[in-house]
């Protein structure tokens, strides 16, 4: 079992930067792979930034490349997302999520409860 608390969400103007942490509970978060999802009102809940186990590979959506940038500390059980150049389309609640060796991120093992991010124009 991993318990997954998010933190750092808030009210950011456009062009700002804010930086997420996921803490995990367990003695086991280097074994996960480690995603960002967000949601926003009335859309599907989508992947925007994935880490290998060791973090030494990563993956980004489209829409966040090269604004954002996911790492990971395994040594602190923590995994981040650095937001930059924010725009007000990154207006979400933010969940991170754990995934096992084969699972696949349409269905992660465990998700956190989430951490609103709101960016004014």
């Known amino acids: 079992q991993v318990q997954l608390v998010e933190s750092g969400g808030g009210l950011v103007q456009a062009g700002g930067s804010l930086r997420l942490s996921c803490a995990a509970d367990?003695?086991?978060?280097?074994?996960?792979?480690m995603g960002w999802f967000r949601q926003a009102p009335g859309k599907e809940r989508e992947l925007v930034a994935a880490?290998?186990?060791?973090?030494?590979?990563?993956g980004y959506s489209d829409s966040v490349k090269g604004r954002f940038t996911i790492f990971r500390d395994n040594s602190k059980n923590t995994l981040y997302l650095q937001m930059n150049s924010l725009k007000p389309e990154d207006t979400a609640v933010y969940y991170c999520?754990?995934?096992?060796?084969?699972?696949?991120?349409?269905?992660?093992?465990?998700w956190g409860q989430g951490t609103q991010v709101t960016v004014s124009s």
């Open positions: 367990g003695r086991t978060f280097s074994n996960y792979r």
């Open positions: 999520a754990a995934a096992s060796t084969g699972t696949d991120w349409g269905r992660p093992d465990y």
């Open positions: 880490i290998s186990r060791s973090g030494g590979s990563t």
